[in-house]
């Protein structure tokens, strides 16, 4: 698990992961959120469902898939943290809509 080597102070937002209230830093990515959290995965393995977590950072990977404000296949690490922000893990396959 993660940490931040200093204190955010004023700058913090709240961001909602699976429903649960998160302190997260302006300005930071929802990968570094997720990647300090107890469950630092993301999404699953479309076929065996196994966790994966943020890898490259850079956006290189696709790692690091997640659901923003209902909008599924987010890159985390390309994604600033906003207050009210609610993120999703992305859980096995995704559907395609017609």
Same mark, same amino acid.
């Given at each position: 698990m993660f940490r931040k080597l200093h204190d955010p102070g004023a700058q913090t937002v709240t961001i909602f992961i699976d429903g649960r209230p998160v302190p997260a830093? #302006? =300005? *930071?990515?929802?990968a570094a959120v %997720? %990647?300090?959290q107890p469950e630092a995965w993301c999404r699953?393995? $479309?076929?065996? *469902?196994?966790? /994966?977590a943020p890898y490259c950072m850079t956006g290189v990977?696709? *790692?690091c898939l997640v659901e923003v404000d209902g909008l599924a296949s987010v890159q985390g690490c390309l994604t600033p943290v906003r207050n =009210?922000?609610?993120v #999703?893990?992305?859980? =096995? $396959? /995704?559907? %395609?809509s017609a």
């Open positions: 830093e #302006a =300005g *930071e990515s929802v %997720l %990647l300090r699953t393995t $479309p076929i065996s *469902e196994s966790p /994966r990977c696709f *790692e =009210g922000m609610r #999703a893990r992305q859980q =096995g $396959p /995704r559907s %395609l």
